[in-house]
């Protein structure tokens, strides 16, 4: 079985831009999160989409957007970029949790951002 | 503040050698995960602990989780090369296991 896949691995872009990074999760898996992980703050939950809608947010400006397409496909934008948006983003899925049960998260290798 | 604290936060080690690494929180958690990432690849799950007191094994690995279900601590045993990573603390304060706090990590290197 595949793992998740994030494209692209490495990206450059300067201040003021903005960048769309894509997420494919494991076949079967309709749950879908995004981390931002740095150097300083460590990995840091940005959101949550289960069957296209964002179901948890975590405490990030509104710049941070994403969606999740019906294939669970998932991509998050980042508008107006800053230079302390660089970073390490990670993607994850997951089957949906049950209450009392836990469900495994699979990270993709992430999508290198540089912010100049 | 993090929510999650880890000591130490790096660690270069000798092979053979055995070590200890901590997870420290003053919340509760209803679920605390350990998680090992190498580098260029994404955070990969060691072990989901979910009961206080709750001891497991994994190979040379033995992660404990606290009574009081706010610390946890990972023992390695005979450490190897292939151990070397960032090794990362999570934990959950939901019934369903979702929304996971990720503690900063310690970077462990081990040297042959």
């Known amino acids: 079985k595949a793992g998740v896949t994030q494209t692209p691995r490495y990206l450059i872009k300067t201040r003021g831009q903005q960048v769309t990074l894509s997420c494919s999760p494991i076949?079967?898996?309709?749950?879908v999160s995004w981390y931002q992980q740095t150097p300083g703050q460590g990995l840091q939950f940005l959101f949550e989409?289960?069957?296209?809608?964002?179901?948890n947010k975590g405490n990030f400006p509104g710049r941070f957007s994403g969606r999740q397409f019906s294939n669970s496909r998932s991509e998050m934008n980042v508008s107006t970029l800053e230079l302390g948006d660089s970073a390490l983003y990670l993607c994850?899925?997951?089957?949906?949790?049950?209450?009392?049960?836990?469900?495994?998260?699979?990270f993709g290798p992430g999508t290198r951002l540089l912010v100049l | 503040t993090q929510l999650l604290e880890q000591s130490p936060q790096f660690l270069s080690i000798q092979e053979g050698e055995n070590l200890t690494v901590y997870c420290n929180s003053s919340?509760?958690?209803?679920?605390l995960q350990w998680y090992r990432q190498e580098p260029g690849e994404g955070p990969v799950l060691l072990v989901t602990?979910?009961?206080?007191?709750e001891v497991k094994k994994l190979k040379r690995l033995t992660f404990q989780f606290g009574d009081a279900r706010k610390d946890s601590s990972l023992h390695i045993t005979a450490a190897q090369p292939g151990d070397t990573g960032l090794y990362l603390c999570?934990?959950?304060?939901?019934?369903?296991?979702?929304?996971?706090?990720f503690g900063p990590g310690t970077r462990l290197s081990v040297l042959p």
């Open positions: 919340s509760v958690f209803s679920s």
């Open positions: 602990v979910v009961t206080g007191g």
């Open positions: 989409y289960f069957s296209e809608t964002q179901r």
């Open positions: 999570a934990g959950s304060q939901d019934n369903y296991g979702q929304n996971f706090v």
């Open positions: 076949s079967g898996h309709r749950s």
């Open positions: 994850a899925s997951s089957l949906p949790a049950t209450s009392g049960r836990q469900e495994t998260q699979y």
